[in-house]
DNA sequence: CATTGTTTATTGTGAC
DNA sequence: GTCACAATAAACAATG
């Protein structure tokens, strides 16, 4: 619900985008903006997130971090990174779009200290502002910040990173943590640390450098459903931690209270998920330590939990200074996506008995729509790419040839392969007399009648796999998008299955979760422009303001 | 001194 | 309502 939420928008029409024609290949997203509904903007970043980013010469200078690192530098991999993407994007961004939301009222609980930051007072800013809406590039992607986090060790070569590289892929893959960084990246230190799933490896003499590597731990790479990375299944808890944290809370108590199923009132709870960082002020707090013994004092079971042909090497990086290639080998080994088969089969053997255990439910770690691997490398080298086109909305679900898109990697069978679109229809009760309504109707009458609807409406926020995030107001307008090759084909191939089909020109029940089927063979590029008005081709776009 | 890392506290949200 | 998870802020220490 809530990154339904925060990835809302209407397709009111920016007035830049008259200068760019919808038929041109880059025509899509960028032409459309979000308009931020009070209801909806759950996020304080959102909406800060305006005018400085295009005046920050974003362009020339995102590529590098506040370290100075650029991410050719970095320890995870670029290729088809958004950064090579960007200078088209901002360009094309529509700036009446983007300037106008860093005026709107943040609605998040951060941001809640000064001024009026109601939803009505926001409306009344933004109506004045005659700019209520927002793109694509200020959503906030719906990954929590362990997410990201997973996302950047897990893409790394080597399966463990820096901070200031955490920092920089994240910013890398995501336009929206370029800015107000030093709010997130406090945030992700904080996640670093707070969290059992990740550990600290420590630098190698030969890797001088401030700060520790950061890695996952070898028994958490099933923190997150089915590999649906939007929220994880059950915080991953390091057993040996637990005990070390119940001791050290509560000396004169056993070591064995684990399995307690004493209630906890939420201070407790709080005291116990945040004092948890005893061991992490020794040196022991390290890859090592995720086993919360010093490795010299490993038993064999520990260590060959960590890895059974590692046992030697571990022991030897901290009684010999293991090499660093070694270290990080060892690391990639326990690392879930690099498991080697034994090791694979004793994950597998604590899976049976691991809190974590999947459950089969029809996805794999690398099909579900919110998939890490949707977004890294290998197979979805593109949704990187397409992920942060439509952060700036210069690209376009439609199946245009790559030779039109980019350069990079763009490959056809994406394009080309059927696309299950599934949306997911959430209602947002508008009170407004002026309804921010999704529905660029063709007919201006119709038009009117959505925008000056006196009426109390439902609006509806959708998201649509594949990256792509829309509302929608009626399922019509989903029509018209595809009508305009705004994705793949024609209307024709949009098919609403029932018992959807009746909702076709009405707004759909909110119950109603509306699933749209793209059978696509061959893509067809979009139609050149030709005499007189279609509904197939677009005409100029009008400029819809609340 | 800037960055990195730890800890505490508060608040919000969703599942149950 | 309770609980777990997550986001955020802030203070502080450690480190290069």
Redesign the pocket.
């Known amino acids: 619900?809530?990154t339904q939420k925060l990835y809302s928008e209407t397709t009111t029409m920016a007035t830049s985008s008259n200068a760019m024609s919808p038929m041109t290949p880059t025509y899509s997203m960028n032409s459309m903006s979000c308009v931020s509904m009070p209801s909806m903007n759950?996020?304080?970043?959102a909406a800060s997130f305006g005018s400085s980013m295009l005046n920050s010469g974003m362009p020339g200078s995102m590529a590098m971090n506040?370290?100075g690192m650029t991410s050719s530098s970095m320890g995870y991999t670029t290729i088809g990174s958004p950064i090579s993407n960007m200078n088209a994007a901002c360009m094309a961004a529509p700036i009446g779009t983007m300037n106008s939301y860093g005026t709107v009222g943040t609605l998040?609980?951060?941001?809640l200290g000064g001024g009026d930051t109601s939803p009505n007072s926001a409306l009344q800013r933004a109506r004045a502002d005659k700019t209520y809406r927002r793109s694509y590039t200020h959503a906030k992607p719906p990954y929590?910040?362990?997410s990201l986090i997973t996302m950047a060790i897990q893409n790394s070569p080597q399966k463990m990173l820096?901070?200031?590289e955490i920092?920089q892929f994240i910013m890398d893959l995501f336009p929206f943590y370029r800015q107000n960084q030093q709010?997130?990246q406090?945030?992700i230190?904080?996640?670093?640390?707070?969290?059992d799933c990740f550990v600290?490896v420590p630098r190698t003499p030969d890797k001088?450098?401030?700060?520790?590597f950061?890695s996952l731990h070898p028994d958490s790479g099933n923190m997150f459903e089915n590999g649906c990375y939007l929220?994880?299944q059950?915080?991953f808890k390091d057993e040996k931690k637990e005990v070390m944290r119940q001791s050290h809370k509560s000396p004169s108590h056993s070591v064995d209270n684990s399995n307690s199923s004493e209630?906890?009132?939420?201070l407790q709870?709080?005291?116990d998920t945040?004092?948890?960082?005893?061991l992490?002020?020794n040196p022991e707090?390290t890859l090592g330590s995720m086993l919360s013994i010093h490795p010299s004092k490993m038993d064999v079971e520990q260590m060959n939990l960590l890895h059974p042909n590692d046992l030697n090497m571990h022991q030897q990086h901290h009684q010999q200074n293991m090499s660093h290639e070694e270290l990080t080998a060892m690391v990639s080994r326990c690392h879930p996506l690099s498991l080697s088969s034994d090791h694979q089969a004793m994950l597998h053997h604590n899976s049976m008995n691991h809190p974590l255990k999947q459950e089969h439910t029809g996805y794999t770690p690398s099909n579900h729509p919110f998939s890490i691997t949707r977004l890294l490398p290998n197979e979805s080298k593109s949704d990187i790419k397409m992920y942060a086109d439509m952060q700036y909305g210069y690209n376009t679900l439609s199946p245009l040839p790559n030779s039109v898109h980019s350069h990079t990697s763009l490959g056809n069978d994406y394009y080309n392969s059927p696309l299950l679109i599934c949306v997911v229809l959430t209602p947002i009760i508008h009170s407004s007399p002026f309804t921010p309504c999704v529905h660029p109707c063709p007919e201006p009458e119709k038009r009117q009648f959505l925008h000056r609807s006196p009426k109390p409406t439902v609006h509806y926020s959708g998201i649509i796999y594949r990256g792509a995030h829309f509302n929608f107001g009626c399922l019509s307008a989903l029509r018209w998008r595809l009508r305009r090759g705004m994705w793949e084909g024609t209307a024709g191939a949009v098919r609403l299955r029932p018992p959807f089909r009746q909702y076709q020109h009405q707004s759909v029940p909110e119950e109603l979760a509306v699933k749209v089927e793209y059978k696509g063979a061959a893509p067809l590029p979009p139609p050149p422009p030709s005499s007189g008005p279609s509904v197939l081709q677009p005409r100029a776009q009008p400029d819809f303001n609340f």
């Open positions: 619900m809530l759950c996020s304080p970043q506040g370290n998040g609980r951060g941001d929590s910040y362990i820096t901070l200031s920092y709010r997130w406090n945030s230190r904080h996640s670093l640390s707070f969290n600290k001088p450098g401030k700060g520790s950061w929220r994880r059950k915080r209630k906890k009132t939420p709870h709080g005291d945040h004092k948890t960082h005893h992490d002020k707090n």
